[in-house]
């Protein structure tokens, strides 16, 4: 009977089952190597050995890449080759509050209002797992520009990493939170409970498949590489505009009419 399957360093696919011994009379853990095979077992659940490194998902995916370029799309090929063909970044040159130590997969569902039926709620978020990056550790505060403190000393800072280039993220470890909220997205909720948890349980479990598309869409959020690195232009570009005031701000002003509209 196989249990699941755990991803390896090296980019390994091992299958865990268990196999009844005639002369024992009892039942034996056994595993395989099945990295070969991966396309077969994406709707098997799936752990990661500690240490497995986004680098080992990658050799994975590109083992089978005819087939996950069809399976996951959203320019799978192109993030994959990216990812394995270019210069690793080096995090600890990094400033220490801006390094990330790790890569997290973790499910964020939400409880909300159905848009086409507003007398029925839908609990959304379980397609795939959230992607993003962890910080390290804070040794120390860190303090906003005007002294007040930011992040708390001992806290991880969360990162996004849909601007970031693959090969910039290849070496870091990936892990599965385990931990798992369901929050009230309905904005007509009480005060003080929209965006807060209702319920919260330990012991999520995730297969092949959703770990592998949760990577992908999140790294091709802004589409692929080619993509990504233009729309980070134009956002950089557009900052820049506004800190030399050569963009022109426009006031925004809250009516009485869009009050309304939000109650």
């Known amino acids: 009977m196989i249990e699941?399957?755990?991803?390896?360093?090296?980019?390994?696919?091992?299958?865990?089952?268990?196999?009844?011994?005639?002369?024992?009379?009892?039942?034996e853990n056994k595993e395989e190597d099945i990295t070969d095979l991966a396309p077969k077992f994406v709707f098997e659940k799936c752990t990661l050995e500690d240490g497995v490194t986004l680098k080992d998902i990658f050799t994975?995916?590109?083992?089978?890449?005819?087939?996950?370029?069809?399976?996951?799309?959203?320019?799978?090929?192109?993030?994959?080759?990216?990812?394995?063909?270019?210069?690793?970044?080096?995090w600890s040159l990094e400033p220490y509050h801006e390094q990330i130590d790790y890569l997290e997969l973790r499910w964020q569902l939400r409880h909300d209002v159905d848009y086409e039926d507003s007398n029925k709620t839908i609990l959304a978020g379980f397609s795939f797992p959230d992607f993003h990056g962890v910080g390290v550790e804070l040794k120390e505060d860190k303090m906003f520009e005007w002294g007040e403190v930011e992040w708390p000393k001992g806290?991880?800072?969360?990162?996004?990493?849909?601007?970031?280039?693959?090969?910039?993220?290849?070496?870091?470890?990936?892990k599965l939170e385990q931990h798992i909220?369901?929050?009230?997205?309905?904005?007509?909720?009480?005060?003080?409970?929209?965006?807060?948890?209702?319920?919260?349980?330990?012991?999520?479990?995730?297969?092949?498949?959703?770990?592998?598309?949760?990577i992908i869409w999140e790294m091709s959020f802004m589409g692929g590489p080619k993509d990504r690195e233009k729309k980070s232009k134009e956002i950089m570009q557009a900052a820049d505009d506004v800190k030399s005031g050569k963009?022109?701000?426009?006031?925004?002003?809250?009516?009485?009419?869009d009050s309304k509209d939000d109650e």
């Open 155 to 174: 806290e991880r800072i969360p990162w996004g990493i849909s601007f970031s280039a693959a090969n910039d993220l290849i070496s870091l470890p990936v």
């Open 60 to 90: 994975i995916i590109n083992e089978h890449m005819t087939f996950f370029e069809v399976l996951i799309g959203n320019w799978c090929t192109e993030i994959v080759e990216e990812g394995l063909n270019k210069k690793a970044k080096d």
């Open 181 to 214: 909220d369901i929050c009230n997205d309905d904005v007509k909720a009480p005060a003080g409970k929209w965006g807060f948890p209702m319920h919260s349980w330990d012991g999520c479990e995730y297969t092949l498949g959703q770990i592998l598309y949760g």
């Open 4 to 27: 699941g399957l755990e991803i390896r360093k090296g980019g390994k696919l091992i299958k865990l089952y268990t196999e009844y011994n005639e002369q024992t009379e009892e039942c």
């Open 247 to 257: 963009a022109k701000l426009v006031p925004f002003e809250l009516t009485k009419e």
